[in-house]
Each structure stands twice: as structure tokens, then as C-alpha cells.
């Protein structure tokens, strides 16, 4: 099983070529991290699955003009995998830098999505990078490597679906400076419905209230419930064409359950709704 890496570079074309990604601030969390930016602190985003943390940090890697690597975390995600290991190449064996080292080194935004996923050396192997000492022991190297001064950590993780799973421990949470996502207000979310796909108002509205019906729904005892992300995905079906039932049903209704009967319920309050 695999790690997955995306690596997203800075723009180097001209400005009326480029168009950063879209993201709408709700509260000051722009600023924030600007000022962590700034000083060199790690930052932790919390919240629900589909609120925005991944494309918070596109945004802001676009906003400070800064190439963004990410390692979607999960089980297996160990620090070897992280920090580089040793390869065979024709008849030597020759050292690979993992993202980790490559971010540090070239003075990256390293963005750990779902970090609470990882195994806990993956942990371990930061903690050096979120104090003062700014730096990564390799220790199958034997050497150690100072950060660049223009790198930054960013780990996010989901408090509500590791609930009694896996937890960061309170020595690795206080590491950082943590920002609190949420799902937006009814206007925000229209907004951002309206802006991402070009949908009509009146329709994006109906999409959101949808969503904060079914959110409100605790008694289905739902894994998780309608992200921003799941609207936008409907927004985008039905402004293609789809129509507007089909498209809540697969795009809102279809990944919340498997279960026949919720799925059952929930399209019919949708299809009363839209």
C-alpha cells in the first residue's frame, strides 16, 4: 500500500495567466496563517471531512507563492515513507528523499492530511520540526538537515470521526497553532455553491438547506454528514444538465449510507426539498 503524494508548484507564468484557487475566508484564518507563516510555527486544522482545510492550503500556498507538498496519510503511512529510504538502481544503491526531506530542503508548505491516519513514528519524526530546533535527524544517514527558512508544516485531521479511535496525543496537538474548521453559514456556503460551479441562487440555497437539514439529522447516527464538498459536487451535476433529483441523490444522498432504508428516507426528504 502506498503513500499518496501530490506536489503542487508555484506559478511562474504571469499574473493574467494565473488564477489561484477560489476559497472563501469565514473567519480570520487568513491572517493567522500569514502570522504562523511568519514565525515559523506549525499549524493543525481540525474539522469535519469536506469543510475546506485542503483547498484552505492551495489557497494559501497560492497567496504566499509557495509550492505545497501533500502526503494524504493513512495506516500505513510510516516515516520511511516520509523521509526517503534507499533504492536499488541497475547495480547500486543509491538514497531517495522523501517528501518530507524534499520540502525541508527546498523550503515547501508540507501539508499532512488526516495525520491522526499515520502510524506513530510518523509523529515522532516531526516532533524535531515543530519546536525550536527546526530540523530532521535521517538516521539511516547519520546526518541531520536544518529546515529551509521558508518551510512550514500543516497537518489536519477529522476530531469528530477519530473520536475513540485514534487521537493525536496532547504532547503533539500543543505543538501547533491549531485552526478550527466548521461548515459555513447558510449565505457563505450559497456563496461558495455560486462561485465554485456558477449555479443559480435559488438553487444553490436549496442545496444548502438540504445539507443543514440532513446535518441536523443526528438520530440517523451518520459516520459523517453532508460536507460542503458533497454540494459542490451536486452543483457542478446539475449545472451540467443532470437533473436536479438524480443529481442530490448520487452526489449528496449515494455516499452518505449504504443503508436501504436511510437511503430511502433521505431521498425522499431531498426530492421534497429541491
Given at each position: 500500500?502506498?503513500?499518496e503524494?501530490?506536489?503542487i508548484?508555484?506559478s511562474?507564468e504571469p499574473?493574467r495567466y494565473?488564477?489561484?484557487?477560489f476559497y472563501?475566508?469565514?473567519?480570520r484564518?487568513?491572517e493567522?496563517?500569514?502570522h504562523?507563516y511568519?514565525?515559523k510555527?506549525?499549524?493543525l486544522?481540525?474539522g469535519?471531512?469536506?469543510t475546506g482545510?485542503?483547498?484552505?492550503v492551495?489557497f494559501?500556498a497560492?497567496?504566499?507563492?509557495q509550492n505545497?507538498?501533500t502526503?494524504?496519510?493513512h495506516e500505513e503511512?510510516s516515516?520511511?515513507?516520509l ?5 536499488i538502481?541497475?547495480a547500486e544503491t543509491?538514497?531517495v528523499?522523501?517528501?518530507?526531506t524534499?520540502a525541508i ?7 499532512l492530511?488526516e495525520?491522526?491516519?499515520?502510524r506513530?513514528d ?5 516532533h524535531s520540526?515543530t519546536d525550536h530546533r527546526?530540523?530532521?535527524y535521517i ?6 538537515v536544518?529546515a529551509?527558512?521558508?518551510?512550514m ?25 491549531a485552526?478550527s474548521?466548521?461548515y459555513?453559514?447558510e ?11 456558477g449555479l443559480?441562487?435559488d438553487?444553490?440555497?436549496k442545496l444548502v438547506?438540504i445539507?443543514n ?17 458533497l454540494?459542490?459536487?451536486a ?8 437533473p436536479k433529483r438524480?443529481?442530490?441523490k448520487?452526489a449528496?444522498?449515494a455516499p452518505?449510507t449504504d ?5 430511502q428516507?433521505l431521498?425522499?426528504?431531498c426530492?421534497?426539498?429541491?
Amino acid at each position: 500500500m502506498t503513500t499518496e503524494i501530490s506536489h503542487i508548484v508555484k506559478s511562474e507564468e504571469p499574473a493574467r495567466y494565473h488564477k489561484p484557487p477560489f476559497y472563501k475566508p469565514i473567519h480570520r484564518e487568513v491572517e493567522v496563517f500569514e502570522h504562523a507563516y511568519k514565525n515559523k510555527l506549525p499549524i493543525l486544522l481540525k474539522g469535519p471531512t469536506g469543510t475546506g482545510k485542503t483547498r484552505f492550503v492551495e489557497f494559501m500556498a497560492d497567496k504566499l507563492n509557495q509550492n505545497v507538498i501533500t502526503v494524504s496519510c493513512h495506516e500505513e503511512t510510516s516515516s520511511t515513507d516520509l523521509i526517503g529510504r534507499y533504492i536499488i538502481k541497475g547495480a547500486e544503491t543509491i538514497w531517495v528523499d522523501g517528501p518530507l526531506t524534499n520540502a525541508i530542503k527546498e523550503g515547501a508548505i508540507l501539508y499532512l492530511d488526516e495525520i491522526a491516519e499515520a502510524r506513530p513514528d510518523v509523529v515522532v519524526a516531526i516532533h524535531s520540526l515543530t519546536d525550536h530546533r527546526k530540523e530532521l535527524y535521517i538516521d539511516k544517514l547519520g546526518v541531520t538537515v536544518k529546515a529551509h527558512p521558508d518551510f512550514m508544516l500543516v497537518a489536519s485531521f477529522n476530531p469528530g470521526y477519530q473520536k475513540g479511535f485514534k487521537e493525536l496525543k496532547p504532547s503533539t496537538r500543543q505543538r501547533f497553532v491549531a485552526i478550527s474548521f466548521q461548515y459555513p453559514s447558510e449565505k457563505d456556503e450559497t456563496e461558495i455553491l455560486m462561485a465554485e460551479t456558477g449555479l443559480a441562487q435559488d438553487t444553490a440555497k436549496k442545496l444548502v438547506n438540504i445539507a443543514n437539514k440532513i446535518r441536523n439529522l443526528t438520530e440517523l447516527g451518520l459516520t459523517e454528514t453532508v460536507s460542503t464538498r458533497l454540494l459542490v459536487d451536486a452543483a457542478l451535476l446539475i449545472n451540467s444538465g443532470l437533473p436536479k433529483r438524480l443529481s442530490v441523490k448520487v452526489a449528496i444522498v449515494a455516499p452518505l449510507t449504504d443503508d436501504l432504508e436511510i437511503t430511502q428516507a433521505l431521498t425522499d426528504l431531498c426530492d421534497l426539498m429541491i
